[in-house]
């Protein structure tokens, strides 16, 4: 017998597809840097095939339409290359936000790379998830993102993949480095700029973000393919209760009379080419609870994110 597959020995490369489904060659794609990776190799809906018989018995189970799904985390941080007047580098993982119903935007005079949520027509991606010396490729793949920072540990985001069948196959090893991505810093007083609610600064202990995908697998007669069918995005928070005179969060919570809503802003990192944060210009908070972090309080509140000026509901950045 050969020796065992490690499980901790892998990578993943992704190349963005000219055409949906035409899987991009793995010379062309971009190694991205992960902590994390696992997938479910085949997929899909299954039906029995049933005879009538003279004894009780099972009965062969049939896939219908195959696919495969992959999870995927990286560091929430920069590219680690500081902006210039004339270019913006993207973090690698910039490659999988474009198969999630977002499109990238470099920004030369804010010093940004950002991605903004579309409703239209959007990227998908071929996947080659490599697991000690087998790959499988992933084309026409799209997918799902959320995301955490959460005080005293390092952020990140994680992507939920849905990628068209392919068997998984021997290959010789591949040499490679992840580029434009810089190490993540752990979620604190020191690293982190700022979080507000409205132009109000909050002493904030987490902050979660979930772009709120619907993915969804087709296979027609003529025709297979992932898409993206709608999406909803949501925030959650964790911060330092405020008292009233200083910001009536009850008033903020409220929407039996009237809905209230405001901005949202947070941004992590202090040395340009790994600054990472999230914008939500129209927020609406609500589902306030009571939570005892150290014997004083705070509050966890839910947020949905609204739209301002069409796709703009929740955009995440890196400068």
Request: hydrophobic letters at 35%; a negative charge.
């Amino acid at each position: 017998m050969s020796e065992p597959i490690l499980q901790r020995v892998g990578a993943i490369f992704v190349g963005v597809e000219t055409n949906l489904g035409e899987a991009v060659p793995i010379e062309e794609c971009t190694m991205i840097l992960v902590t994390q990776q696992s997938r479910t190799a085949y997929a899909g809906n299954t039906v029995d095939r049933e005879r009538r018989t003279e004894e009780l018995r099972n009965f062969e189970q049939i896939n219908t339409g195959p696919y495969a799904t992959v999870e995927v985390t990286v560091p929430a941080s920069g590219s680690g290359v500081p902006p210039t007047e004339s270019a913006v580098v993207a973090p690698s993982y910039g490659l999988l936000m474009r198969a999630c119903k977002r499109v990238e935007v470099q920004d030369l005079e804010a010093g940004e790379v950002r991605w903004e949520p579309v409703s239209g027509e959007s990227d998908s991606i071929t996947l080659y998830y490599i697991q000690d010396g087998e790959m499988q490729c992933l084309p026409g793949t799209r997918g799902q993102v959320t995301g955490s920072f959460q005080t005293g540990s390092l952020p990140t985001i994680s992507f939920s993949f849905t990628g068209l069948y392919r068997r998984p196959e021997a290959i010789a090893p591949i040499t490679a480095e992840p580029i434009n991505q810089a190490d993540e810093i752990p979620v604190n007083y020191q690293n982190t700029r700022k979080f507000q609610i409205r132009g109000v600064d909050f002493r904030l202990q987490s902050l979660s973000f979930d772009f709120g995908n619907t993915v969804t697998y087709r296979n027609l007669v003529g025709y297979e393919g992932v898409h993206i069918t709608d999406k909803r995005a949501t925030v959650q928070t964790n911060f330092e209760a405020p008292r009233i005179g200083d910001f009536d969060v009850f008033e903020m919570n409220e929407s039996h009379k009237t809905v209230t809503t405001g901005a949202m802003a947070f941004e992590h990192g202090t040395e340009p080419g790994n600054i990472v944060g999230v914008r939500a210009p129209k927020t609406q908070f609500s589902g306030l609870s009571e939570q005892d972090s150290d014997n004083i309080m705070h509050y966890q509140m839910d947020g949905r994110c609204l739209p301002n000026a069409g796709d703009d509901e929740l955009v995440i950045y890196a400068k």
